[in-house]
């Protein structure tokens, strides 16, 4: 009798599975098939992505050995091409074309917009160094202000790009005339641990040839505040007054 039932309960599995399998196969063979031609078309993305590199690497190393060569020209030419590639050249390309521009037409404004396109480019270290630059390029002309708005994403961070930084606010902060701020980011810089060897030894020079700070002797003398009173011991009484 057992025999029977698992028979029959064998039967009624296969049937039930039949049925469902008539329903669906078709959904899982596209399921199936979707799957295949994912896998198939991310394999042809990354692919065209190597070819893209691999275009933009051949771009880069001629505008570089142009470059070297002393090719201005044919070296912007080659960069210009990379400022909108997708594949990370395009940070590389801005701080190239800045760096030929200069020494090609030395158009500033040319130059500072290149820096601006690199920096939007990159969020890591070569958008940092684009942002260093730029603001060096524009130290001259901009007041403090200006220069604390344009390099306030590194100021707000640590690392050497933002000693730099801060080294860049000092100098201005002096040029204007404002020696305390100035030694204040000189005095930082100098007991940051992070800050390039470089820059700690340029702040120090910097202090030393600071004027010393002023000491307002006229200013109100703050009095100590006084000690508090000593608390009298008790009196110890006389042998007269003593309880019998």
Request: no cysteine; proline share 5%.
């Given at each position: 009798m057992?025999?029977?039932?698992?028979?029959?309960?064998?039967?009624?599995?296969?049937?039930?599975?039949?049925?469902?399998?008539?329903?669906?196969?078709?959904?899982?063979?596209?399921?199936?098939?979707?799957?295949?031609?994912?896998?198939?078309?991310?394999?042809?993305?990354?692919?065209?992505?190597?070819?893209?590199?691999?275009?933009?690497?051949?771009?880069?190393?001629?505008?570089?050995?142009?470059?070297?060569?002393g090719?201005?020209?044919?070296?912007?030419?080659?960069?210009?091409?990379?400022?909108?590639?997708k594949?990370?050249?395009?940070?590389?390309?801005?701080?190239?074309?800045?760096?030929?521009?200069?020494?090609?037409?030395?158009?500033?404004?040319?130059?500072?917009?290149?820096?601006?396109?690199?920096?939007?480019?990159?969020?890591?270290?070569?958008?940092?160094?684009?942002?260093?630059?730029?603001?060096?390029?524009?130290?001259?002309?901009?007041?403090?202000?200006?220069?604390?708005?344009?390099?306030?994403?590194?100021?707000?961070?640590t690392?050497?790009?933002?000693?730099?930084?801060?080294?860049?606010?000092?100098?201005?902060?002096?040029?204007?005339?404002?020696?305390?701020?100035?030694?204040?980011e000189?005095?930082?810089?100098?007991?940051?641990?992070?800050?390039?060897?470089?820059?700690?030894?340029?702040?120090?020079?910097?202090?030393?040839?600071?004027?010393?700070?002023?000491?307002?002797?006229?200013?109100?003398?703050v009095?100590?505040?006084?000690?508090?009173?000593?608390?009298?011991?008790?009196?110890?009484?006389?042998?007269?007054?003593?309880?019998?």
């Open positions: 057992t025999d029977i039932f698992e028979e029959v309960d064998q039967s009624l599995r296969e049937d039930t599975f039949a049925s469902w399998w008539k329903r669906w196969q078709w959904v899982v063979y596209g399921v199936v098939g979707t799957a295949i031609v994912g896998v198939a078309g991310f394999q042809v993305w990354l692919g065209m992505r190597d070819a893209e590199i691999d275009k933009s690497a051949v771009i880069y190393d001629a505008a570089f050995a142009a470059r070297e060569k090719d201005l020209t044919a070296a912007r030419t080659s960069f210009t091409q990379l400022e909108g590639d594949t990370g050249f395009n940070a590389l390309a801005g701080h190239m074309l800045a760096g030929v521009e200069k020494d090609l037409t030395n158009d500033m404004a040319a130059v500072e917009a290149h820096l601006a396109t690199a920096a939007a480019a990159d969020k890591g270290v070569m958008g940092d160094l684009a942002v260093l630059k730029l603001a060096y390029a524009k130290a001259d002309a901009a007041t403090l202000a200006e220069l604390e708005t344009l390099l306030k994403p590194l100021l707000d961070s690392g050497q790009s933002t000693a730099l930084a801060r080294e860049l606010i000092g100098a201005k902060a002096l040029a204007e005339g404002n020696v305390d701020r100035a030694r204040s000189f005095e930082a810089l100098a007991l940051d641990l992070e800050a390039p060897r470089g820059v700690q030894a340029r702040v120090q020079q910097a202090l030393a040839t600071l004027p010393a700070r002023k000491i307002d002797l006229d200013a109100p003398t009095p100590a505040p006084a000690a508090p009173a000593a608390t009298p011991a008790p009196a110890t009484p006389s042998p007269a007054q003593a309880p019998q």
